[in-house]
């Protein structure tokens, strides 16, 4: 059987690979998307759209929607603000809403198939190869979409980006319940169950259900032990949870993802294009993964409808993908978030510090909030919140104390230090 020679090959199903193959198959490419797992599938994720992110798409079928989220209520320790938020965002189980981005892929002509799972990919002169559990594929370039995967980043010769986790448990609420956490963003951050990071409880209010996890840059194991004690001890966690019963979403109640934390060194090459999480382009201070994940798929899609109209697959004519991401991005977003991360994860009681610092920061300066709105919202680029928040130095190391802070870094220093010479 000859197989047939694909314009695109996807990796991955999610909202990157789905919403790539859409937008191909809608400007008349012949795409495959393959995805390993089966029809409405879970995924652990939080499941939160932002108004970036819905900007781009079509618009999201109302039955799909379980909540939207007016608030962001932030708790750190025995500090508590909440956030008027503004702008559309919703929230989703991500089984339903992949499942709609793909259902919209095949509408306009892309071949998806199900329970597929690449296992080579291998590069000739005209084309690239991608074998799978139900058989292979031809295509003139392929998309990955494949998120955090060590397999097939080195069937592609690329160093995995760094890595974080999360784990979430999937719970209901009775009706009186849900209506205390209805309408809202809830992050609690404390260094009893999280070094850096934070731990949420995302409403699905429709199905009277809420999504409860935890996400540490640090954490490598014993995660969703600090999640349950976290579920268990918070004063305000555990009280909002204390009817909750187990809930299964497509089967699945409980779970872990990787996220990662840190740009793939190399997006892009001869005959491929890295998107979403498999590109490295999480928000590291957000955690949020689906909105970078739309951009790059539309970023990807004019490049590669490009390489077709000119039938140019080589690296040296695909690096545009990068130079557009990086413009659109990575340059004002990604990049300083990263840096930004990486400053104050430098020691568990310093980042726990200064959290409380910049919630009572927000209490004392109007601008201060809407900082911590945009930070989830992503109505301005994260080179701005960080600007600002770099001007008020002072101020957050006021509430530290600025003994207590330069005794932490210089704590975070020398053990740094240590480290290195061992």
Known sequence: MVNIMWDVIIIGGGPAGAFCAYLLARNGCSVVLLEKGEKFRYKSCAGGVTPRALSLLPKVPEEIIEDRPRYLRVFADDVFFEFKLRGEGILVYRSKFDQWLRDLAESEGAVVKYNTTAKDIVFANNFVEVKHTQGSEEGKILVGAFGYS?????????????????????????????????????????????????????????????????VDKEAKSGLLLKLDYAIKNHPILSKKLRNATLKYVSKVHVSASVIPYGITKKIYGDRFILVGDAAGIADPISWEGMGPAIISSKVATDVILKAIEENKFDANFLKSYYKKLYNILLRDDTIPALRASKRVCIDAEFYSNFNKAMLLCAKEDKKFREIFIWTFSRERPFKYIDEYVRKKTFCILKHIGIRNALRMISQAFLSKLRKSQE
């Open 150 to 214: 060590g397999h097939l980043f080195k069937k592609l010769g690329i160093e995995p980006p760094p890595y974080s986790l999360a784990v979430q448990r999937e719970f209901k609420l009775p009706e009186e319940d849900i209506e205390e956490v209805k309408g809202a963003f809830e992050t609690y951050f404390g260094a009893e169950f999280c070094t850096f990071g934070y731990a949420w409880i995302f409403p699905k209010s429709k199905s009277r259900g809420v999504s409860v996890g935890i």
